[in-house]
């Protein structure tokens, strides 16, 4: 009874973010594999595995397409020796046509343990933005000379905290987040308006099936709030094979479906594949997205997982 009384406390707290006027904008970056980069979402999954964790993350959007998105990400976690408690770092470069944007958060998480198979874990993430637009780079409809397009704008870096929270059982897991809590101006100019980078609010969550000693079914959904821009929801199901090697499908609400495989490349070592067909008009014009990860996994004997364990 207990036990459903957090579920449903949780899920009242999740919908009273994701009802919330709380931002406008889809401006942070996309991810496929989100399901192996949880702490650029949520920093409640800090220190989450028993292990020492660092992975690189590259994403390069509608191929084909002049100025397309282009993010890298390089994450770092670990728990600490200090019980229930982690800690990581992010550095993340998003390109979008001529706007860079570039952050670099610490994250620090404490874990509350229900029984042996549930857990909360809360999360804060605090560090620095910076926005750069070479304008001289967009494409005007006329010639005539516009200002507000004159120059390479360089801001100095804005800061910035986020939260998050994370519930886990013995086979499924729930959060909320929201890494970027302030609403940051950059830019400004008499000739132009403010760019302002604006928070996003998340829900993630999933679930493991065992469907042979062999074999587990792994379905996830991540789910982003966003005022003045479409709802984003993407839903994903891998097929997970001597916890080696996996495959599957996934799908971003009304924009395009991707395949997912991956494994274990040598021991302590991942690498991941994803490519995405763009259902939109986009076909015209891209090929598709394409995502790789690789990370490296040292575990850490002396120090017991008080947090999420392994998924």
């Given at each position: 009874?207990?036990?459903?009384?957090?579920?449903?406390?949780?899920?009242?707290?999740?919908?009273?973010?994701?009802?919330?006027?709380?931002?406008?904008?889809?401006?942070?970056?996309?991810?496929?594999?989100?399901?192996?980069?949880?702490?650029?979402?949520?920093?409640?999954?800090?220190?989450?595995?028993?292990?020492?964790?660092?992975?690189?993350?590259?994403?390069?959007?509608?191929?084909?397409?002049?100025?397309?998105?282009?993010?890298?990400?390089?994450?770092?976690?670990?728990p600490l020796k200090v019980e229930n408690m982690g800690t990581g770092l992010s550095v993340v470069n998003d390109i979008t046509g001529p706007l860079t944007q570039r952050n670099i958060m610490a994250y620090y998480s404490y874990g509350?343990?229900?029984?042996?198979?549930?857990?909360?874990?809360?999360?804060?993430?605090?560090?620095?933005?910076?926005?750069?637009?070479?304008?001289?780079?967009?494409?005007?409809?006329?010639?005539?000379?516009?200002?507000?397009?004159?120059?390479?704008?360089?801001?100095?870096?804005?800061?910035?905290?986020?939260?998050?929270?994370?519930?886990?059982?013995?086979?499924?897991?729930?959060?909320?987040?929201?890494?970027?809590?302030?609403?940051?101006?950059?830019?400004?100019?008499?000739?132009?308006?403010?760019?302002?980078?604006?928070?996003?609010?998340?829900?993630?969550?999933?679930?493991?099936?065992?469907?042979?000693?062999?074999?587990?079914?792994?379905?996830?959904?991540?789910?982003?709030?966003?005022?003045?821009?479409?709802?984003?929801?993407?839903?994903?199901?891998?097929?997970?094979?001597?916890?080696?090697?996996?495959?599957?499908?996934?799908?971003?609400?009304?924009?395009?479906?991707?395949?997912?495989?991956?494994?274990?490349?040598?021991?302590?070592?991942?690498?991941?594949?994803?490519?995405?067909?763009?259902?939109?008009?986009?076909?015209?014009?891209?090929?598709?997205?394409?995502?790789?990860?690789?990370?490296?996994?040292?575990?850490?004997?002396?120090?017991?997982?008080?947090?999420?364990?392994?998924?």
């Open positions: 009874m207990k036990t459903i009384i957090k579920i449903i406390g949780f899920v009242c707290a999740a919908a009273f973010i994701f009802n919330a006027d709380i931002a406008s904008g889809q401006q942070e970056g996309l991810y496929t594999q989100y399901m192996f980069n949880t702490l650029v979402f949520n920093p409640a999954y800090a220190g989450s595995q028993d292990a020492f964790v660092a992975s690189l993350h590259a994403r390069t959007q509608w191929t084909g397409f002049k100025d397309a998105p282009e993010t890298q990400t390089l994450l770092i976690h670990s509350v343990r229900f029984s042996e198979s549930d857990r909360l874990t809360f999360g804060l993430n605090a560090g620095i933005y910076t926005l750069t637009a070479n304008l001289p780079d967009v494409e005007l409809s006329t010639e005539e000379y516009d200002p507000a397009f004159a120059g390479v704008y360089k801001n100095a870096a804005k800061f910035n905290v986020g939260f998050g929270m994370l519930y886990q059982s013995a086979s499924w897991y729930c959060g909320i987040s929201a890494p970027k809590l302030y609403n940051s101006e950059f830019l400004g100019d008499k000739d132009r308006e403010d760019i302002v980078l604006k928070s996003h609010y998340y829900l993630l969550g999933g679930a493991t099936f065992r469907l042979s000693d062999k074999v587990d079914l792994k379905p996830s959904l991540l789910m982003r709030k966003v005022s003045g821009a479409p709802f984003g929801m993407d839903l994903s199901a891998l097929v997970e094979v001597n916890e080696k090697f996996w495959a599957g499908l996934a799908g971003r609400w009304e924009e395009g479906a991707s395949i997912i495989v991956g494994g274990v490349i040598t021991e302590g070592i991942r690498f991941g594949y994803s490519y995405d067909v763009t259902l939109s008009t986009l076909t015209k014009v891209s090929s598709g997205s394409h995502e790789i990860f690789i990370s490296y996994e040292l575990p850490l004997k002396t120090t017991r997982n008080p947090l999420l364990g392994d998924r």
